[in-house]
């Protein structure tokens, strides 16, 4: 997986000189108080942290392929390192782009460094909220009109997961593989409606004990109902092979709505996707957001989320979150936000919540 990373970064490297880059820079700091960061349900503890994150984006065009490459480090200084550790986490991108007067092919590889705390937040909560998950990625996707109305996808990803301790110490949670496969077709009904089906097959191997198999299969539409409002649902299958068979469903109801100044949208899905800490996990997601144009330079909104994770301990946790945004500047902006968080167990509820402060700059063009 590295030597494929860092292959299409030379590759990246060599279009870079042939041809004008389009380079921007970001830069955002600020700092959050966090009540309870492990979500206790007993004796919570505060953490204040303080982030930079420096990030750097290029772009480039040759004839039909467009190249692009990311690369930004998250560095995180925490006041208590027993419940928050401080960071240091890099994430890399490339991808490259080919479209033809039928269709595309894409691939991209990425690497990632993430805090525990959040990419296992739905199945377990605050536990290990001082691992470090790392991950590396590549996928490929290729879309083809097979007739003026019918277009045709394939899409391929493998992700290596790993996981560490604080201090190099043991994680809990299990190193894993997936591969995963999926294919899909799209009917052009009319203008508003594109009836489709997909389907796919993914592969959880981890690094000790049993793999398992996830087979899905969904039918779907994606709707305009009107110039300001968007509708994707779809209903299928989902099928689960490993040391116990099970058979459940997967689905899918979006709606988005897009005016002037307003912009909301609201959804409920059921899904699985692979865990360090469960292998294919089933849950049931609803969100919800909205945000509104106050005068050009100001915005406000709201988001709320609420997820049911039937892992091997069921765990429901639910978010509302405020913010308003306000730019200083053409390139300059500042962001104010609160979430109130919850989760629950069988045995245990716990909840907290997070104040934030950040200031973002932007270089669109270097």
Same mark, same amino acid.
Request: proline share 3%; net charge negative.
């Given at each position: 997986?590295?030597?494929?990373?860092?292959?299409?970064?030379?590759?990246?490297?060599?279009?870079?000189?042939?041809?004008?880059?389009?380079?921007?820079?970001?830069?955002? *700091?600020?700092?959050?108080?966090?009540?309870?960061?492990?979500?206790?349900?007993?004796?919570?503890?505060?953490?204040?942290?303080?982030?930079?994150?420096?990030?750097?984006?290029?772009?480039?065009?040759?004839?039909?392929?467009?190249?692009?490459?990311?690369?930004?480090?998250?560095?995180?200084?925490? *006041?208590?390192?027993?419940?928050?550790?401080?960071?240091?986490?890099?994430?890399?991108?490339?991808?490259?782009?080919?479209?033809?007067?039928? @269709?595309?092919?894409?691939?991209?590889?990425?690497?990632?460094?993430?805090?525990?705390?959040?990419?296992?937040?739905?199945?377990?909560?605050?536990? $290990?909220?001082?691992?470090?998950?790392?991950? &590396?990625?590549?996928?490929?996707?290729?879309?083809?009109?097979?007739?003026?109305?019918?277009?045709?996808?394939?899409?391929?990803?493998?992700?290596?997961?790993?996981?560490?301790?604080?201090?190099?110490?043991?994680?809990?949670?299990?190193?894993?593989?997936?591969?995963?496969?999926?294919?899909?077709?799209?009917?052009?009904?009319?203008?508003?409606?594109?009836?489709?089906?997909?389907?796919?097959?993914?592969? &959880?191997?981890?690094?000790?004990?049993?793999?398992?198999?996830?087979?899905?299969?969904?039918?779907?539409?994606?709707?305009?109902?009107?110039?300001?409002?968007?509708?994707?649902?779809?209903?299928?299958?989902?099928?689960?092979?490993?040391?116990?068979?099970?058979?459940?469903?997967?689905?899918?109801?979006?709606?988005?709505?897009?005016?002037?100044?307003?912009?909301?949208?609201?959804?409920?899905?059921?899904?699985?996707?692979? *865990? $360090?800490?469960? @292998?294919?996990?089933?849950?049931?997601?609803?969100?919800? *957001?909205?945000?509104?144009?106050?005068?050009?330079?100001?915005?406000? $909104?709201?988001?709320?989320?609420?997820?049911?994770?039937?892992?091997?301990?069921?765990?429901?946790?639910?978010?509302?979150?405020?913010?308003?945004?306000?730019?200083?500047?053409?390139?300059?902006?500042?962001?104010?936000? &609160?979430?109130?968080?919850?989760?629950?167990?069988?045995?245990?509820?716990?909840?907290?919540?997070?104040?934030?402060?950040?200031?973002?700059?932007?270089?669109?063009?270097?």
């Amino acid at each position: 997986m590295k030597r494929i990373l860092f292959g299409l970064l030379g590759l990246s490297a060599q279009a870079a000189m042939a041809s004008p880059l389009q380079q921007s820079l970001s830069l955002d *700091s600020g700092v959050e108080h966090d009540t309870n960061p492990a979500m206790a349900a007993t004796n919570a503890r505060a953490v204040t942290r303080y982030k930079v994150t420096p990030g750097y984006e290029a772009k480039w065009v040759e004839g039909a392929s467009t190249w692009n490459a990311t690369a930004q480090v998250a560095v995180e200084r925490s *006041s208590d390192q027993a419940l928050s550790i401080d960071r240091e986490d890099p994430s890399l991108g490339v991808g490259w782009t080919h479209e033809n007067p039928r @269709g595309s092919t894409a691939i991209k590889a990425t690497y990632d460094q993430q805090s525990t705390s959040s990419t296992e937040a739905d199945t377990q909560g605050g536990a $290990g909220s001082n691992d470090t998950r790392t991950r &590396y990625g590549v996928e490929g996707g290729w879309k083809h009109a097979v007739t003026d109305r019918v277009e045709a996808g394939v899409n391929l990803t493998h992700e290596d997961n790993s996981y560490q301790g604080a201090a190099g110490a043991t994680s809990g949670f299990t190193d894993y593989k997936t591969t995963t496969g999926m294919a899909s077709l799209e009917y052009l009904l009319n203008e508003r409606n594109r009836p489709y089906t997909k389907a796919g097959v993914s592969q &959880y191997s981890p690094a000790t004990g049993a793999s398992s198999k996830l087979y899905t299969a969904v039918a779907g539409i994606k709707s305009e109902l009107s110039e300001a409002l968007d509708l994707d649902t779809n209903f299928g299958i989902a099928q689960m092979d490993g040391t116990t068979d099970t058979t459940g469903w997967n689905g899918l109801l979006s709606l988005s709505h897009e005016g002037e100044r307003t912009k909301a949208a609201l959804s409920y899905a059921r899904a699985s996707s692979a *865990s $360090g800490s469960s @292998g294919y996990t089933e849950a049931d997601e609803v969100k919800a *957001s909205i945000s509104y144009e106050l005068d050009p330079r100001s915005d406000l $909104g709201a988001d709320a989320r609420l997820t049911k994770s039937y892992a091997q301990t069921p765990l429901t946790t639910s978010s509302l979150g405020l913010w308003a945004d306000r730019e200083l500047l053409e390139d300059l902006s500042l962001r104010f936000g &609160y979430e109130y968080k919850q989760q629950k167990t069988s045995s245990d509820k716990a909840k907290g919540s997070v104040w934030s402060l950040s200031l973002s700059y932007d270089m669109p063009q270097l």
